[in-house]
Protein backbone atom coordinates (compact mmCIF):
# COMPACT_ATOMS: atom_id res chain seq x y z
CA UNK A 1 0.00 0.00 0.00
CA UNK A 2 1.22 3.12 -0.71
CA UNK A 3 0.92 6.57 1.55
CA UNK A 4 0.78 10.11 1.18
CA UNK A 5 2.32 12.57 3.73
CA UNK A 6 -0.81 14.93 4.48
CA UNK A 7 0.06 18.02 7.14
CA UNK A 8 -1.92 15.70 9.84
CA UNK A 9 0.80 12.69 8.49
CA UNK A 10 0.49 9.62 5.89
CA UNK A 11 -2.35 8.73 4.94
CA UNK A 12 -3.15 5.65 2.41
CA UNK A 13 -2.96 6.95 -1.61
CA UNK A 14 -6.13 5.18 -2.03
CA UNK A 15 -8.26 6.51 0.96
CA UNK A 16 -7.90 10.26 -0.16
CA UNK A 17 -10.69 10.39 -2.29
CA UNK A 18 -11.61 13.55 -4.40
CA UNK A 19 -8.41 15.42 -4.65
CA UNK A 20 -7.82 19.32 -5.88
CA UNK A 21 -4.14 18.66 -6.48
CA UNK A 22 -3.44 22.97 -6.92
CA UNK A 23 -4.96 25.06 -4.61
CA UNK A 24 -3.62 27.56 -1.90
CA UNK A 25 -5.54 28.03 1.28
CA UNK A 26 -3.35 30.38 2.89
CA UNK A 27 -0.98 32.41 0.85
CA UNK A 28 0.06 35.96 0.75
CA UNK A 29 1.00 37.35 -2.54
CA UNK A 30 0.57 41.06 -1.11
CA UNK A 31 4.39 41.87 -1.44
CA UNK A 32 4.59 41.32 -4.91
CA UNK A 33 1.18 42.13 -6.43
CA UNK A 34 0.10 44.92 -4.27
CA UNK A 35 -3.46 43.93 -4.00
CA UNK A 36 -5.53 42.62 -1.06
CA UNK A 37 -7.60 40.18 -3.20
CA UNK A 38 -3.68 37.93 -2.65
CA UNK A 39 -4.00 37.67 0.91
CA UNK A 40 -5.98 34.55 2.73
CA UNK A 41 -4.62 34.58 6.32
CA UNK A 42 -8.01 33.37 8.24
CA UNK A 43 -7.66 29.99 9.66
CA UNK A 44 -11.07 30.26 10.67
CA UNK A 45 -12.91 31.79 7.65
CA UNK A 46 -10.37 29.32 5.55
CA UNK A 47 -11.61 26.48 7.28
CA UNK A 48 -15.06 26.93 6.58
CA UNK A 49 -14.15 27.61 3.10
CA UNK A 50 -12.43 23.60 2.97
CA UNK A 51 -15.83 22.79 4.92
CA UNK A 52 -18.16 24.16 2.04
CA UNK A 53 -16.21 21.87 -0.25
CA UNK A 54 -16.01 18.66 1.73
CA UNK A 55 -19.91 19.26 2.23
CA UNK A 56 -19.95 19.39 -2.45
CA UNK A 57 -17.88 16.15 -2.58
CA UNK A 58 -14.21 17.19 -1.72
CA UNK A 59 -11.90 14.82 0.39
CA UNK A 60 -8.28 16.29 -0.16
CA UNK A 61 -6.31 19.41 -1.16
CA UNK A 62 -2.94 20.22 -2.09
CA UNK A 63 -1.66 23.25 -0.89
CA UNK A 64 0.92 24.63 -3.37
CA UNK A 65 1.93 27.73 -1.28
CA UNK A 66 5.91 28.03 -0.96
CA UNK A 67 8.69 30.10 -0.23
CA UNK A 68 8.12 33.27 -1.47
CA UNK A 69 3.83 32.80 -0.39
CA UNK A 70 4.23 32.98 3.05
CA UNK A 71 3.18 28.99 3.74
CA UNK A 72 1.50 28.19 7.08
CA UNK A 73 1.75 24.35 7.92
CA UNK A 74 0.69 24.77 10.81
CA UNK A 75 -2.63 26.79 9.92
CA UNK A 76 -3.13 24.07 7.29
CA UNK A 77 -3.02 21.36 9.93
CA UNK A 78 -5.48 22.82 12.06
CA UNK A 79 -8.03 23.32 8.86
CA UNK A 80 -7.90 20.15 8.58
CA UNK A 81 -8.43 19.07 11.71
CA UNK A 82 -11.31 21.46 11.71
CA UNK A 83 -12.77 19.88 8.55
CA UNK A 84 -11.61 16.20 8.40
CA UNK A 85 -9.97 17.26 5.08
CA UNK A 86 -7.13 15.79 3.76
CA UNK A 87 -4.21 18.71 3.31
CA UNK A 88 -0.77 17.85 1.65
CA UNK A 89 2.02 20.78 2.05
CA UNK A 90 4.59 21.47 -0.78
CA UNK A 91 7.87 22.63 -0.52
CA UNK A 92 10.09 24.86 -2.65
CA UNK A 93 10.61 27.89 -3.57
CA UNK A 94 8.15 29.94 -6.12
CA UNK A 95 9.23 32.17 -8.87
CA UNK A 96 12.50 34.78 -8.93
CA UNK A 97 10.14 37.52 -8.74
CA UNK A 98 9.06 36.09 -5.03
CA UNK A 99 12.37 34.73 -4.23
CA UNK A 100 14.26 35.93 -0.69
CA UNK A 101 17.03 37.59 -0.66
CA UNK A 102 19.23 34.91 0.53
CA UNK A 103 18.28 32.18 -2.45
CA UNK A 104 21.21 34.18 -4.47
CA UNK A 105 23.91 32.99 -2.22
CA UNK A 106 22.40 29.58 -1.99
CA UNK A 107 24.17 26.76 -4.14
CA UNK A 108 22.17 24.07 -5.74
CA UNK A 109 22.98 21.30 -2.46
CA UNK A 110 21.66 24.17 0.05
CA UNK A 111 18.22 24.27 -2.10
CA UNK A 112 18.25 21.00 -2.08
CA UNK A 113 18.97 20.20 1.63
CA UNK A 114 16.16 22.53 2.69
CA UNK A 115 13.31 20.94 0.48
CA UNK A 116 14.87 17.47 1.56
CA UNK A 117 14.65 18.40 5.74
CA UNK A 118 11.07 19.71 4.79
CA UNK A 119 10.05 15.99 3.38
CA UNK A 120 12.33 14.23 5.68
CA UNK A 121 12.06 16.14 9.39
CA UNK A 122 9.32 18.61 8.72
CA UNK A 123 9.00 22.02 8.86
CA UNK A 124 10.90 24.20 11.05
CA UNK A 125 8.99 23.55 14.74
CA UNK A 126 6.14 22.15 13.20
CA UNK A 127 6.73 18.20 12.68
CA UNK A 128 4.48 18.64 9.70
CA UNK A 129 6.09 17.08 6.50
CA UNK A 130 5.70 18.37 2.95
CA UNK A 131 4.28 15.81 0.33
CA UNK A 132 5.05 17.21 -2.98
CA UNK A 133 7.75 19.62 -4.27
CA UNK A 134 5.44 22.60 -5.96
CA UNK A 135 4.62 24.92 -7.22
CA UNK A 136 8.22 25.36 -8.59
CA UNK A 137 7.90 28.82 -11.09
CA UNK A 138 9.67 30.21 -13.98
CA UNK A 139 9.25 33.43 -15.62
CA UNK A 140 7.23 32.92 -18.22
CA UNK A 141 9.34 34.05 -21.21
CA UNK A 142 12.12 32.29 -20.16
CA UNK A 143 13.37 29.92 -16.61
CA UNK A 144 16.01 32.41 -14.70
CA UNK A 145 19.54 31.39 -13.35
CA UNK A 146 18.16 30.81 -9.93
CA UNK A 147 14.85 29.15 -11.37
CA UNK A 148 17.08 26.83 -13.06
CA UNK A 149 19.09 25.73 -9.61
CA UNK A 150 15.39 25.41 -7.77
CA UNK A 151 14.05 23.08 -10.81
CA UNK A 152 17.56 21.03 -10.54
CA UNK A 153 17.69 20.66 -6.79
CA UNK A 154 14.20 19.18 -7.36
CA UNK A 155 14.88 16.60 -9.10
CA UNK A 156 18.32 15.84 -6.90
CA UNK A 157 15.36 15.47 -4.11
CA UNK A 158 13.04 13.40 -5.99
CA UNK A 159 15.38 11.01 -6.71
CA UNK A 160 16.35 10.44 -2.84
CA UNK A 161 12.38 10.83 -1.72
CA UNK A 162 10.68 9.95 -4.55
CA UNK A 163 8.28 12.87 -4.04
CA UNK A 164 6.32 14.14 -7.02
CA UNK A 165 6.97 17.83 -8.74
CA UNK A 166 4.72 20.22 -10.09
CA UNK A 167 5.79 23.30 -11.84
CA UNK A 168 4.03 27.12 -12.75
CA UNK A 169 4.43 27.19 -16.11
CA UNK A 170 1.96 30.92 -17.24
CA UNK A 171 0.57 31.36 -21.58
CA UNK A 172 3.87 30.40 -23.26
CA UNK A 173 6.06 26.95 -23.90
CA UNK A 174 8.22 27.41 -21.23
CA UNK A 175 6.90 24.08 -19.73
CA UNK A 176 9.35 22.52 -22.09
CA UNK A 177 12.14 24.59 -21.01
CA UNK A 178 10.93 23.20 -17.79
CA UNK A 179 10.90 19.91 -18.61
CA UNK A 180 14.28 20.00 -20.25
CA UNK A 181 16.03 21.13 -17.11
CA UNK A 182 14.21 18.74 -14.99
CA UNK A 183 15.35 15.40 -17.48
CA UNK A 184 18.00 16.33 -17.98
CA UNK A 185 18.32 16.78 -14.05
CA UNK A 186 17.37 13.19 -13.68
CA UNK A 187 13.66 13.72 -13.10
CA UNK A 188 11.15 10.87 -12.86
CA UNK A 189 8.35 12.32 -15.54
CA UNK A 190 6.07 9.64 -13.93
CA UNK A 191 5.93 12.02 -11.09
CA UNK A 192 6.54 15.35 -12.58
CA UNK A 193 3.65 17.70 -14.01
CA UNK A 194 3.75 20.79 -15.94
CA UNK A 195 1.23 23.02 -14.28
CA UNK A 196 -1.17 25.70 -15.38
CA UNK A 197 -1.00 24.31 -19.34
CA UNK A 198 -4.83 25.57 -19.78
CA UNK A 199 -3.28 29.12 -20.08
CA UNK A 200 -1.63 28.01 -23.21
CA UNK A 201 -4.65 27.67 -25.45
CA UNK A 202 -2.58 25.93 -28.16
CA UNK A 203 -3.49 22.29 -27.56
CA UNK A 204 -0.35 21.17 -29.50
CA UNK A 205 2.10 22.25 -26.75
CA UNK A 206 0.01 20.22 -24.45
CA UNK A 207 0.70 17.16 -26.56
CA UNK A 208 4.45 17.96 -27.21
CA UNK A 209 4.26 17.64 -22.88
CA UNK A 210 2.64 14.71 -23.09
CA UNK A 211 4.41 13.01 -25.72
CA UNK A 212 7.15 13.25 -23.85
CA UNK A 213 5.42 11.36 -20.96
CA UNK A 214 5.18 14.30 -18.63
CA UNK A 215 2.17 14.79 -16.64
CA UNK A 216 0.17 18.29 -17.10
CA UNK A 217 -2.09 20.26 -15.06
CA UNK A 218 -5.43 21.93 -16.29
CA UNK A 219 -5.15 23.21 -13.02
CA UNK A 220 -6.30 27.27 -13.84
CA UNK A 221 -9.74 26.21 -14.15
CA UNK A 222 -12.40 29.24 -13.60
CA UNK A 223 -9.68 31.31 -14.35
CA UNK A 224 -11.89 33.15 -17.23
CA UNK A 225 -8.98 35.76 -18.00
CA UNK A 226 -6.94 33.04 -19.37
CA UNK A 227 -9.30 30.82 -20.97
CA UNK A 228 -13.03 29.83 -20.99
CA UNK A 229 -13.97 26.42 -19.12
CA UNK A 230 -15.95 25.42 -22.21
CA UNK A 231 -12.75 25.68 -24.13
CA UNK A 232 -10.76 23.76 -21.01
CA UNK A 233 -13.09 20.89 -21.50
CA UNK A 234 -13.01 20.49 -24.83
CA UNK A 235 -9.36 20.24 -24.99
CA UNK A 236 -9.46 17.72 -22.15
CA UNK A 237 -12.13 15.41 -24.00
CA UNK A 238 -9.77 15.94 -27.08
CA UNK A 239 -6.47 15.09 -25.56
CA UNK A 240 -8.72 12.09 -23.36
CA UNK A 241 -9.57 10.57 -26.84
CA UNK A 242 -6.04 11.04 -27.93
CA UNK A 243 -5.05 8.41 -25.01
CA UNK A 244 -3.77 10.90 -22.42
CA UNK A 245 -6.69 10.42 -19.80
CA UNK A 246 -3.80 9.20 -17.43
CA UNK A 247 -1.76 11.91 -17.71
CA UNK A 248 -3.63 14.89 -16.84
CA UNK A 249 -4.79 16.62 -13.66
CA UNK A 250 -7.48 19.30 -12.94
CA UNK A 251 -8.13 22.16 -9.77
CA UNK A 252 -8.88 25.66 -9.85
CA UNK A 253 -5.80 26.36 -8.13
CA UNK A 254 -7.62 29.69 -5.68
CA UNK A 255 -5.73 31.66 -4.35
CA UNK A 256 -7.64 35.05 -4.16
CA UNK A 257 -10.12 36.80 -1.89
CA UNK A 258 -12.36 37.11 -4.73
CA UNK A 259 -12.90 33.64 -5.44
CA UNK A 260 -14.04 32.48 -1.99
CA UNK A 261 -17.65 31.53 -1.15
CA UNK A 262 -17.78 34.36 1.60
CA UNK A 263 -16.91 36.81 -1.43
CA UNK A 264 -19.72 35.43 -2.91
CA UNK A 265 -17.80 33.09 -5.38
CA UNK A 266 -18.00 29.68 -5.49
CA UNK A 267 -15.19 28.46 -3.67
CA UNK A 268 -13.37 25.29 -3.76
CA UNK A 269 -16.09 23.24 -4.70
CA UNK A 270 -16.18 25.65 -8.17
CA UNK A 271 -14.46 22.03 -9.92
CA UNK A 272 -17.13 19.77 -8.57
CA UNK A 273 -20.43 22.07 -9.03
CA UNK A 274 -19.88 24.20 -12.37
CA UNK A 275 -16.68 22.69 -14.32
CA UNK A 276 -17.43 18.91 -13.87
CA UNK A 277 -20.89 19.62 -15.88
CA UNK A 278 -19.08 21.28 -18.45
CA UNK A 279 -16.91 18.22 -18.89
CA UNK A 280 -19.91 16.10 -19.30
CA UNK A 281 -21.37 17.80 -22.02
CA UNK A 282 -17.85 17.76 -23.99
CA UNK A 283 -18.68 14.37 -24.02
CA UNK A 284 -16.40 12.89 -20.66
CA UNK A 285 -17.72 9.69 -18.94
CA UNK A 286 -18.19 9.74 -15.20
CA UNK A 287 -15.68 6.50 -15.10
CA UNK A 288 -13.07 9.21 -17.01
CA UNK A 289 -14.19 11.81 -14.58
CA UNK A 290 -13.33 9.33 -11.47
CA UNK A 291 -9.59 8.42 -13.13
CA UNK A 292 -9.29 12.66 -13.38
CA UNK A 293 -10.47 13.71 -9.98
CA UNK A 294 -9.37 10.68 -7.70
CA UNK A 295 -7.29 8.03 -9.55
CA UNK A 296 -5.09 10.40 -11.14
CA UNK A 297 -4.13 12.40 -8.56
CA UNK A 298 -4.17 9.52 -5.78
CA UNK A 299 -1.25 8.12 -8.33
CA UNK A 300 0.88 11.21 -8.93
CA UNK A 301 0.85 12.32 -5.10
CA UNK A 302 1.94 8.64 -3.90
CA UNK A 303 5.16 8.73 -5.99
CA UNK A 304 7.13 5.83 -6.08
Not at 4 to 22: K, M, N, Y
Not at 50 to 64: F, P
Not at 137 to 148: L, S
Not at 265 to 280: A, C, D, M, Q, V
Amino acid sequence: MKYVETVLGPVPADQLGFILPHEHLLVDTYDVRRSSDGVLLEVATMSDEVADYKAAGGNTIVDQTIYGLHPDPSGLAEISRATGVHIIAGTGFYHQQYYPEWLDDWSLAQIADRMLSHIVDGFPGTGIKAGIMAELGTHHRGVKANERKVLEAAAKVQAETKRPIGTHALFTEVGIEQLNILEAAGADLDITLIGHCDTNRDIEYSRKLLKRGVWIGYDAVGQLDKQRDELRAQTIATLIGEGYLEKILISTDIAGRSRLKIHGSEGYKFLITKFLPILRSAGVTEDQIDTLTRKNPQRFLAGK
